[in-house]
């Protein structure tokens, strides 16, 4: 980094928010403020940056919906959708939390991602390990706060839901030294329930089934937020048609987390 980046032009300042943080974005010298922070958060910095007159970027979050339609490549469509979910322990902006699949392959999709994604919580070790399949969430204060949602659901939860303890059976690798959570599906959340409508930043996932083309765009769009979304189908045609409807600044199909750093970086705002 020293290399090739010349003096002055990045500068690391460790600190927590509620202090470093508000320092920096109302120094009056700071004329652009971009976050990545928690709807409240960026109300808050919002209110300083409109004070100081400074240019203002905030991207709030996000609760992918995925929708897999009857007619997709279901084998494709269980390892993309495990990808969306659980690359990075669901602690990605545009991560698919929010599953939604036709009644036509709900049964098969859900048996075959349930057992996906048991491999890959059997797969879990030390995170250093390149044979690990999924890290830990940030810290251990947000492993409880996790914790103390999925405590209060009122879905079932199909696999996960634990924080992992004990030795890997990986590489012997000690839990205790970090904060992981099983990878989590849960089944039979309401669309009002805390896991469907707010961004936990874990790898947790809700599933709910649909009829047709106008219950699944209604179920995606039944959300406050719209980063990202995707969508799973043979059918091109179907696909740009849902991704016209769904409100969302980004929706890929038969993909996710692909990004042209030249593409702008839309929110389609639902807040309500």
Request: hydrophobic share 40%.
């Amino acid at each position: 980094m020293r290399s090739t980046v010349p003096p002055g032009v990045l500068t690391i300042l460790p600190g927590f928010g509620a202090t470093v943080g508000r320092a920096i974005v109302s120094h009056p010298a700071v004329r652009k403020i971009d976050i990545t922070a928690s709807t409240q958060t960026g109300r808050s910095i919002g209110q300083i940056a409109g004070a100081n007159i400074a240019s203002f970027t905030a991207e709030l979050g996000g609760k992918a919906p995925i929708l897999v339609f009857d007619d997709a490549d279901i084998p494709s469509a269980v390892n993309g959708v495990a990808f969306a979910s659980f690359v990075a322990s669901g602690q990605t902006c545009v991560s698919g939390t929010r599953i939604i699949v036709q009644d036509g392959v709900y049964d098969s999709f859900i048996a075959a991602l349930v057992e996906k994604t048991e491999s890959i919580r059997n797969r879990m070790g030390n995170p250093i390990n390149p044979e690990s399949t999924m890290g830990p969430v940030i810290s251990e204060h947000h492993l409880k706060r996790v914790e103390e949602i999925l405590a209060r659901i009122s879905g079932r939860i199909l696999c996960g839901g634990k924080r992992l303890t004990g030795l890997s059976s990986l590489d012997k690798f000690d839990y205790s030294r970090g904060s992981f959570l099983a990878p989590t599906i849960i089944e039979g959340t309401g669309v009002t329930d805390e896991l469907w409508q707010e961004e936990i930043f874990a790898p947790v996932i809700v599933i709910q089934r649909f009829r047709d083309v106008e219950e699944g765009v209604a179920l995606a769009n039944d959300c406050k937020y719209g980063l990202g979304a995707g969508i799973w189908t043979t059918n091109l045609a179907c696909a740009h048609r849902v991704a016209q409807d769904i409100q969302s600044g980004l929706c890929w199909v038969n993909t996710h987390h692909r990004n042209d750093p030249s593409s702008p970086w839309y929110v389609h705002s639902t807040e309500r």
